[in-house]
């Protein structure tokens, strides 16, 4: 298992890397920076229990998923599965690894489900989804991801409000 920090240019920091970060990546080489800046957090929207950090951080970090995807798939052409984690999470990595062991290697997209619903008019759809704190998906699924035109195309637009 390879422990990477995948990170994006921050607000804080004015979109630059900061030099401790720079020094943190030189010495541990541990450190990928994508070219893709984070989102300003909508502040009236900062509780911790709120999912709704503004459409610009959700932009944000659906690119830098994204790029993380595709660049892991480039990097690492062996590898099995490739996992997106928060670096705010406690993973128990042996727990980790021994369920990987079961799994099947194809088709998986896994991490903690959680239901949500979206309303449009009077109709209501419920979907699952991985929550966003950990995830993993199988090279294939990855693969398909990463290649889906419509969603390509749109990961690489401007944002604009």
């Known amino acids: 298992m390879l422990v990477l920090y995948v990170l994006a240019r ?11 970060l720079l020094k943190e990546a030189d010495e541990y080489h541990d ?47 062996r ?27 194809q088709g998986i997209y896994w991490g903690p489900i959680i239901s949500a619903f979206l309303r449009r008019g009077s109709a209501t759809v419920r979907f699952r989804y991985a929550g966003g704190m950990c995830y993993t998906l199988s090279r294939d699924v990855a693969e398909h991801f990463v290649s889906y035109e419509p969603l390509k195309r749109l990961v690489h637009l401007p944002y604009s409000k």
Request: proline share 7%.
């Open 10 to 20: 921050h607000p804080s920091h004015g979109y630059n890397y900061s030099e401790s």
């Open 31 to 77: 450190i990928i920076t994508l070219p893709v800046n984070e989102g300003r957090p909508n502040k009236k929207n900062l509780e911790y229990s709120s999912n709704d950090w503004g459409v610009e951080v959700q932009i944000g970090l659906s690119r830098k998923t994204f790029l993380w995807f595709e660049l892991a798939l480039r990097l690492f052409p």
């Open 79 to 105: 590898v099995n599965y490739i996992t997106k984690g928060d670096d705010d999470i406690f993973l128990r990595v042996p727990q980790f690894l021994s369920d990987l062991r079961l799994l099947p290697q």
